[in-house]
């Protein structure tokens, strides 16, 4: 079966469609935003990670890194520019300090972690959410592991960026519930600025897929400064007014939640200075969306992504 690069499963997923479900975080991401709290879901290869409040100083890393690129300086430290990737003081680590982010799993293997929640389920209305990354980078993988839940009368929702072929889009329609469907920027030069790529496709597929009659709901990163002006916000509002079948918006504000994750994996952070929106802010945008008759879906604990 079609294998995938999968670098999480959390269970009793809340914020990601109907009822609870269980979120499958697909490795590798077309996009670079600055402000990604899933750092570790941008490369389609394993990376390692290294979480200092579980370091408990047994320094095994330092003997088994072939390369020499781990230090002991008031604790364990990495040359990222030395560092090759090979997992081998992930392995040494007993702790969990160290460790390989993402990992190949069959759809068979997938599975069988994601059927131990229909109880789950069946008693809330939920299902199972692709998420990552972007999902739409797996796109056989993920067709797959589609088709394989509705085999089991699973609700399916696959939150993407947008930015995939139609081709591939398309061919997932018959198996997916709901989409969660991110709209990061309306300026074409900003977008590309802020997540490496214009948003000439992702528009393209937005009004395509609104076309279908899918169920889906679009979802706006709140970014302070970056995409939150009036004018981006009123263009926004404008655009989304005018497609077809639109479930509802929902705005995820942003949050410093993955900062620390930047360091562990070696990567810089572009937004150390932004302070999150509060909710007041929220608020008036929210209220703002709403004038143009679009269904605003409300919650106070949303991730921009």
Known sequence: MTGGMIFD?????IHDGPGIRTAVFLKGCPLNCWWCHNPEGQST??????????????QACLEACPLGAIRWQEGSTTDWTMCDQCG????????????M??????VEQLMKEVERDIPFYDQSGGGVTFTGGEPMLQPEFLLE??????????????DTSGQASWTSLQSILPYTDLFLFDVKHMDSEKHKKYTSVSNQKILANLQRLAKEQVKMIVRMPLIPGLNDDLENLQRTGEYLAGLPHLEGVELMPYHAIGVAKYQGLGMDYRLENIIPPTDDHIGEIEDLLASYSLNVIKHSNGRAS
């Open 145 to 158: 592991a589609l088709k394989a839940s509705k085999k089991q009368h699973i609700h399916t929702t696959v």
């Open 88 to 99: 081998k003081c992930a392995e040494a680590c007993l702790a969990g300090a160290r460790e």
């Open 45 to 58: 290869k394993p990376q390692l990670i290294f979480r200092a409040n579980r370091c408990q100083g047994a």
């Open 101 to 106: 982010v993402g990992r190949e799993m069959s």
């Open 9 to 13: 499963i959390k269970r009793y997923a």
